[in-house]
């Protein structure tokens, strides 16, 4: 059965009904975050006045499977070492003198539950978020633990408040939850279903990825997060292979593309195969390397054919930039699988 993409799906009130629930969750991406961050005000504050009366920790450990947004934010920044670890347990060396963090949004993962357990044996400081009545809570009991309620199940809200806690006792970058939030805002804004394909950035994505297999790239640790992320929601929205990598690993791809020809017939076999498209996810990284990398794939998709496509950013903070770019790339993929339909 054929599937095919009808743009006016994305101005069609009954379509846009239909898709409601997925489209309101990410409009409710920055109320998310505000709500996480009332939520664990009053034990931020407690965990921030118990850091001050002990030394600064001989390392970080972000533990269980979102462990890997932490690393991302935290490994440029973190004045001690930081290790991510997302398997049920901790490294060997772990103890007294080290700091263990969680994500833990539904907290009902029994690997996240064990290696906090396993944190409170061993006496490390222990900061968890999680909801409060959760398995996760009831192993993070202890002396030198400290929760920090949630309620949204949101993992991006959840590392937030981790992420604010983390700033406040010097171990991480800025991560305001408010400037957070109003990033998400601004994209929930721009993107909203009410807006028409005109001025809608996130639909007209969603047309340029119709006849697509995207390759995703962001230049920065977050960018490149991001484009993961936003890469598997492209996969589950569509079916389609959107992959995302480092340049290097994208470079192949774009080069390996037929190079488009004007005189092609339009109806013969393989002429109406999916080609690659660059999506850039750019939050203003202005490395050298990241310059470099952008160049040599701009160049490469300029050769072959390959259109380009490019996703921006003016959030203030990196953790702001990353949940902007995140929620423009989840709008459209989103804005992708209403729009697509079987003959």
């Given at each position: 059965?054929a ?6 799906r994305?101005?069609?009130a ?14 409710e ?13 009053a ?13 600064r920790?001989?390392?970080v450990?972000a ?14 920044w973190?004045?001690?070492p ?14 007294s003198?080290?700091?263990v ?10 690997g ?21 009545a ?15 309620p ?15 806690y ?21 994209v ?39 484009a ?23 470079l ?22 999916l080609?690659p ?5 750019d939050?203003?990284a ?11 794939l701009?160049?490469?998709?300029a ?12 959030a203030?903070?990196?953790v702001a ?6 929620l423009?790339g989840?709008?459209?993929?989103e ?9």
């Amino acid at each position: 059965m054929a599937t095919w993409f009808d743009e006016s799906r994305l101005d069609d009130a009954a379509a846009l009904e239909a898709g409601d629930g997925l489209l309101r969750a990410l409009a409710e991406s920055g109320a998310r975050v505000r709500l996480a961050a009332g939520d664990a005000a009053a034990a931020i504050e407690e965990a921030v006045g118990r850091a001050e009366g002990l030394a600064r920790p001989r390392a970080v450990i972000a533990a269980g499977p979102d462990s890997r947004l932490l690393r991302a934010v935290l490994e440029p920044w973190c004045p001690v070492p930081f290790v991510a670890w997302p398997g049920p347990a901790l490294p060997g060396w772990a103890g007294s003198l080290d700091l263990v963090v969680v994500l833990a949004p539904d907290g009902a993962d029994t690997g996240t539950a064990s290696a906090v357990a396993e944190a409170v044996r061993r006496g490390c400081q222990v900061v968890v978020a999680c909801p409060p009545a959760s398995m996760v809570a009831e192993h993070a009991a202890g002396r030198w633990s400290t929760i920090l309620p949630t309620s949204t199940r949101d993992q991006l809200a959840t590392a937030v408040i981790v992420l604010d806690y983390l700033e406040r006792v010097s171990l991480g970058p800025e991560a305001d939850a408010e400037q957070v939030a109003e990033a998400l805002d601004a994209v929930a804004i721009s993107c909203s279903p009410l807006r028409d394909l005109a001025v809608n950035p996130a639909k007209m994505l969603a047309i340029a990825l119709a006849d697509t297999n995207p390759v995703v790239w962001g230049g920065s640790v977050l960018a490149a997060r991001a484009a993961r992320r936003v890469a598997e929601s492209i996969r589950r929205a569509s079916g389609r292979t959107a992959l995302a990598g480092d340049a290097e690993h994208l470079l192949p791809v774009i080069e390996a593309t037929r190079t488009r020809d004007v005189f092609d017939d339009p109806f013969a076999d393989g002429a109406g195969e999916l080609r690659p498209m660059l999506l850039v996810l750019d939050d203003g990284a202005e490395d050298p390397v990241v310059r470099e990398q952008r160049g040599r794939l701009q160049a490469a998709a300029a050769g072959r054919g390959v259109r380009v496509e490019t996703v921006t950013t003016d959030a203030t903070t990196e953790v702001a930039r990353y949940a902007s770019l995140l929620l423009s790339g989840r709008y459209a993929a989103e804005y992708l699988r209403l729009g697509l339909v079987e003959d």
